[in-house]
């Protein structure tokens, strides 16, 4: 069942490619709020937040073209690691979920720009790491890892499978167990112990093709 899953998503990864090809337009279908992010307040704030991230990996690619798709990429991540959460989002959803929107408009329209350029899926996954990472440990040293991944978005993928999954799974370990935020706080101790199970299951979820 699940190689039958496989050859129909790469399948339909080679018919997104060829319809942009001609000239079609393959906008990444939007993610869904995450957990936390489900009651109609927090929904709104979530939402309020997407169309920003989209626009900001917008503005990060621009006018360039698929060769230099990976300054494009640089540029995004460029743009992401700066896109950091409010303080004390444990005092309210809403905040939360309005940056959470961000990231997850940021990984959408990475996915519109991943397929209609026919790119590594590898890439893809260290990309979507990164993005993710720094919102898991953002979010977990804010909150004290309670609760964090309930604010992670999964967002639908695109067209790639076991490569993007086994590169986003590596960089999202490396990434998040040597993260530190700008006041200094590491996110290791998120990563193991108490939280290795939490951590694991976020990693899962941005990671997972299946």
């Not at 000239?23 to 993610?31: C, F, L, N, R, V």
Request: charged letters at 25%; proline letters at 4%.
């Amino acid at each position: 069942m699940k190689a039958s899953a496989a050859i129909m998503k790469w399948a339909l990864g080679l018919f997104v490619m060829g319809f942009v090809g001609l000239g079609g337009d393959a906008s990444a279908e939007p993610g869904q709020p995450p957990r936390a992010c489900q009651g109609a307040q927090e929904r709104a704030a979530f939402e309020e937040g997407r169309g920003p991230g989209r626009a900001m990996a917008r503005g990060a690619a621009g006018e360039a073209r698929c060769a230099h798709l990976e300054q494009v990429a640089e540029r995004i991540l460029r743009r992401a690691r700066r896109n950091r959460p409010p303080r004390r989002m444990g005092r309210g959803r809403g905040a939360a979920c309005k940056h959470a929107g961000s990231v997850s408009g940021v990984i959408e329209e990475l996915h519109g720009i991943w397929a209609r350029c026919g790119a590594s899926c590898c890439r893809e996954g260290e990309i979507i790491a990164e993005i993710t990472g720094q919102l898991y440990c953002d979010l977990s040293i804010d909150l004290g890892g309670v609760d964090a991944g309930e604010y992670l978005p999964r967002p639908a993928q695109a067209f790639c499978g076991a490569s993007f999954q086994a590169c986003c799974d590596a960089r999202f370990s490396e990434f998040t167990r040597n993260y530190t935020s700008d006041e200094g706080q590491s996110c290791k101790a998120y990563t193991e112990g108490a939280f290795s199970s939490a951590w694991a299951e976020a990693r899962g979820e941005q990671c997972s093709y299946d």
